[in-house]
């Protein structure tokens, strides 16, 4: 009955240690999401310039990698944007979204999250 009772314990602190780890995982993606809006809305676009396509993100203590690949941006007919990865609207209200593909990776712990999200930085 002892080792049952140790090997429920056991398991049972895994599942919390491993459910810890997916939290800290999912709101350091939305820091990386936050970030890369930012980085995103700070960059500047001209002819010889390209539009950002990677970013990259590590969190303080190197537990946790993040990947943000932008795969679209929405730009208003008009508009500045040498993108070559660019989608033409026709609507001036949706001119600047993003659509970007977000994995976090921890090595220690096992965790992969992915995330596809349409932002407007």
Request: with cysteine; proline share 2%.
């Amino acid at each position: 009955m002892l080792v049952f009772i140790a090997k429920v314990a056991f398991i049972s602190q895994k599942q919390v240690t491993f459910s810890y780890g997916i939290q800290r995982g999912e709101l350091f993606m939305q820091s990386c999401i936050e970030n890369a809006l930012l980085a995103i809305e700070g960059y500047k676009r001209n002819s010889s310039n390209k539009c950002l396509e990677h970013i990259n993100f590590t969190d303080e203590k190197n537990r946790f990698s993040c990947n943000v690949n932008i795969l679209r941006f929405y730009c208003y007919k008009n508009a500045n944007c040498p993108c070559s990865n660019k989608k033409v609207i026709q609507t001036p209200f949706s001119n600047g979204y993003v659509l970007m593909k977000v994995t976090v990776i921890s090595k220690k712990d096992h965790i992969k999250l992915s995330k596809t999200t349409l932002q407007r930085p």
